[in-house]
């Protein structure tokens, strides 16, 4: 079983810019691809980025060229660093990780993020 634990988000204004971070333990982390939804009220979850452990990432569209995902295998951490952000981005946002070998997904306990305008 992998768990997963975020860490930031928060308050920020139009065009400010926030980081995300998630700690996974319990599997070689190389051995999972690791992402970020998020789901605003009223809303279905929602992908943001993904990630593969060869550094190949993917975006939804209207996050390309502001948001930007990594991941650093010695620390099994993956990060979302959003910039430009919009009050449109305000979700609550879930880290995600997916088993390559099993396709067994895991989901971190969400943290909030509010872009006031």
């Known amino acids: 079983q992998v768990q997963l634990v975020e860490s930031g988000g928060g308050l920020v204004q139009t065009g400010g810019s926030l980081g995300l971070s998630c700690a996974a333990s319990?599997?070689?982390?190389?051995?999972?691809?690791m992402g970020w939804y998020r789901q605003a009220p009223g809303k279905q979850r929602e992908l943001v980025a993904v990630?593969?452990?060869?550094?190949?990432?993917n975006y939804a569209e209207d996050v390309k060229g502001r948001f930007t995902i990594s991941r650093d295998n010695a620390k099994s951490t993956v990060y979302l660093q959003m910039d430009s952000l919009k009050p449109e981005d305000t979700a609550v946002y879930y880290c995600?990780?997916?088993?390559?070998?099993?396709?067994?997904?895991?989901w971190g306990q969400g943290t909030q993020v509010s872009v006031s305008s």
């Open positions: 995600y990780a997916r088993v390559v070998t099993t396709n067994e997904v895991s």
């Open positions: 319990g599997i070689i982390f190389r051995n999972l691809v």
């Open positions: 990630i593969m452990s060869g550094d190949l990432a």
